[in-house]
């Protein structure tokens, strides 16, 4: 079992990269985009859901057996934030579209790498498993909402 959570938690091995492991992560995250986008918004968001629960699970596994805290090897949570980001593409028809892919990356990195305030906070305060997920998965919603504002205005 404790295999099986690393796996997850270092986001199928992606974590183990030697060079900015957090990037790596958010990549699996737009590859996994790809094929779970054509199951529709409910399927999709209900994966997402599954996606959080399972790695904070294995998060908080990892995190002991790393023996340290939201050790850079995990990267499920920004497997998870990255889906989030990329989840308004879906009603907007654009979940296929290059660009819009890119900058959902783009705009998902840079809220992971900032924190901003409330998504520092959860990092700060939370521990185990949700202290690792919870701040991608808001830093995720903080970017969804700057995406499908940009979406809109932009088309």
Do not use: C, H, Y
């Not at 002991?64 to 889906?83: C, M, N, S, W």
């Not at 305060?125 to 991608?136: F, K, S, T």
Request: hydrophobic letters at 55%; a neutral charge.
């Amino acid at each position: 079992m404790r295999r099986f959570a690393v796996f997850v938690a270092t986001g199928a091995g992606s974590g183990l990269s030697p060079l900015a492991p957090g990037t790596a992560g958010s990549a699996v995250g737009v590859l996994l985009f790809w094929p779970l986008a054509a199951l529709g918004l409910p399927l999709f968001a209900v994966t997402v859901v599954g996606t959080v629960a399972l790695g904070i699970w294995a998060a908080d596994i990892a995190e002991r057996a790393f023996g340290r805290k939201d050790d850079g090897r995990i990267v499920i949570d920004e497997v998870a934030g990255q889906l989030l980001t990329l989840l308004p593409l879906i009603p907007a028809g654009q979940a296929q579209s290059i660009p819009w892919l890119v900058t959902g990356f783009v705009t998902f990195r840079v809220l992971d790498v900032w924190k901003p305030g409330p998504v520092r906070w959860l990092q700060d305060n939370l521990r185990g498993g949700a202290g690792v997920v919870m701040d991608d998965v808001l830093a995720g919603v903080f970017g969804a909402v700057g995406l499908a504002v940009a979406s809109w205005v932009l088309g």
